[in-house]
Antibody, heavy 123, light 107 residues
């Protein structure tokens, strides 16, 4: 079965950086687009970023564009999120999520999710 | 960005009740609307995709309808395991957005 396991969260100071990872298993990772979605404490869901199955294209929410970079290593079935210039507003649980579409057929909805990793930005 | 507005933001219901949650888009999104269930401390779970398609493995008491700007999620007979927060999400735009959520609580 599909398994997504995030790691790399923790406490970071404002202006700092952090890199999240998401280890994927149970499906053909190299054929599916992947997303990051976050949830601030007690708040709703916010889509953060997307990367195509082959890494050829990525897109970002306006709130993170220019600060966050999504990438993937298909040889190691791992998704990444590099986060720079973090602020308190970035404090959230970050989920990686699998796109439901196969290959070129992007779906842009999420049929599997990881358990999330907490990022806390605080001095 | 396309804004998604859910109503109500919370509701109280009893086991066996029929429950309807509404999601409205700020512009037409055709049928690019999806529903998720989230329980406290857990990841969201896909229930309905493309407005009315039941995700594999999801109970048939969940159904979705609508197109354009107005959508509904219906739980035909609320069960104890259905008490959770429900989110809609649009994919008409590449800038994906969620509704604010509807918390379904026990009456």
């Amino acid at each position: 079965q599909v398994q997504l396991v995030e790691s790399g969260g923790g406490v970071v100071q404002p202006g700092g950086s952090l890199r999240l990872s998401c280890a994927a298993s149970g499906f053909s990772f190299n054929y599916y687009g992947m997303h990051w979605v976050r949830q601030a404490p007690g708040k709703g869901l916010e889509w953060v970023a997307f990367i195509r199955y082959d890494g050829s294209n990525a897109d970002y929410a306006d709130s993170v564009r220019g600060r966050f970079t999504i990438s993937r290593d298909n040889s190691n079935n791992t998704l990444y999120l590099q986060m720079n210039n973090l602020s308190a507003e970035d404090t959230a649980v970050f989920f990686c999520a699998k796109d439901s579409g196969y290959g070129h057929n992007l779906a842009n909805w999420f049929d599997s999710w990881g358990q999330g990793t907490l990022v806390t930005v605080s001095s | 960005d396309i804004q998604m507005t859910q109503s109500p933001s919370s509701l109280s219901a009893s086991v066996g009740d029929r429950v309807t949650i509404t999601c409205r888009a700020s512009q037409s999104i055709s049928s690019y609307l999806h529903w998720y269930q989230q329980k406290p401390g857990k990841a969201p779970k896909l229930l309905i995709y493309a407005a009315s398609n039941l995700q594999s493995g999801v109970s048939s008491r969940f159904s979705g309808s609508g197109s354009g700007t107005d959508f509904t999620l219906t739980i035909s007979s609320l069960q104890p395991e259905d008490f959770a927060t429900y989110y809609c999400q649009q994919s008409s735009s590449t800038l994906l957005t969620f509704g604010g959520g509807t918390k379904v609580e026990i009456k």
